[in-house]
């Protein structure tokens, strides 16, 4: 069972459209991080959001953190080819024992958007 | 800072052979893991380790073994290479305050055939 839901999983769109990426949980998070993976590269950090009902906006994208903590959203405006990817969202949830410093890891989104 | 950096990038084995996978960071993080991922999917944590001298098993440890004598140095060793390794597998740093944002390195990518 995945503790971290996203949806969806594919998307391709065409430049200049609206998306929105969800990231859904029954669990509660202490914190909440976007990732954008290219081919052949690592993850890189997009944003973490750590308070319920928080919102941040980085350029043409905005994070959005569920008031209990248990989804997240990310929307991307005016979508480009250079916005094309692999988005993961992850959280921090201790639930005691060694699960303190570990992540889980959504499936990902990957996002295709055409010229 | 180079961050996180993993050697090789490209490996391929045979079945039934042995590697380590070096991982080393240079911002004194205390945390760092390994992770592998499958061809458009997201990522499994093999083992993990919370400072030098501790380590613990993720989600997929089978077929794996770490260990973690220095805080920069965090290698994965594969032990009789399956051909269900093939993936490529990304280590990674993250430190308490920042709420473990993981930092990653470029990835090793490995086939064994």
């Known amino acids: 069972t995945q503790l971290l839901e996203q949806s969806p999983q594919f998307l391709s769109i065409q430049e200049g459209e609206n998306l929105t990426v969800y990231c859904n949980s029954s669990?509660?998070?202490?914190?909440l991080q976007w990732y954008r993976q290219e081919p052949g590269e690592g993850p890189v950090l997009l944003v973490t959001?750590?308070?319920?009902?928080e919102v941040k906006k980085l350029k043409r994208l905005t994070f959005q953190f569920g008031d209990a903590r248990k989804d997240s959203s990310l929307h991307i405006t005016a979508a480009q080819p250079g916005d094309t990817g692999l988005y993961l969202c992850?959280?921090?949830?201790?639930?005691?024992?060694?699960?303190?410093?570990?992540?889980?890891f959504g499936q990902g989104t990957i996002l295709t958007v055409h010229p | 800072n180079a961050g996180v950096t993993q050697t090789p990038k490209f490996r391929i084995l045979k079945i039934g052979q042995s590697m380590t996978l070096q991982c080393a960071q240079d911002?004194?993080?205390?945390?760092m893991y390994w992770y592998r991922q499958d061809p458009g999917m997201g990522l499994k944590l093999i083992y993990y380790?919370?400072?030098?001298?501790?380590?613990d098993k993720g989600e997929v440890p089978n077929g794996y073994n770490v260990s973690r004598s220095t805080t920069e140095d965090f290698p994965l060793r594969l032990e009789l290479a399956a051909p269900s390794q093939t993936s490529v597998y990304f280590c990674?740093?993250?430190?308490?305050?920042?709420?473990?944002?993981?930092?990653f390195g470029p990835g090793t990518r490995l086939t064994v055939t």
């Open positions: 959001v750590v308070t319920g009902g």
């Open positions: 669990s509660v998070f202490s914190s």
């Open positions: 990674a740093s993250s430190y308490e305050p920042t709420g473990f944002e993981q930092y």
């Open positions: 992850a959280g921090h949830r201790w639930a005691g024992g060694t699960s303190y410093g570990k992540l889980t």
């Open positions: 911002m004194n993080h205390n945390y």
């Open positions: 380790s919370v400072g030098a001298g501790i380590t």
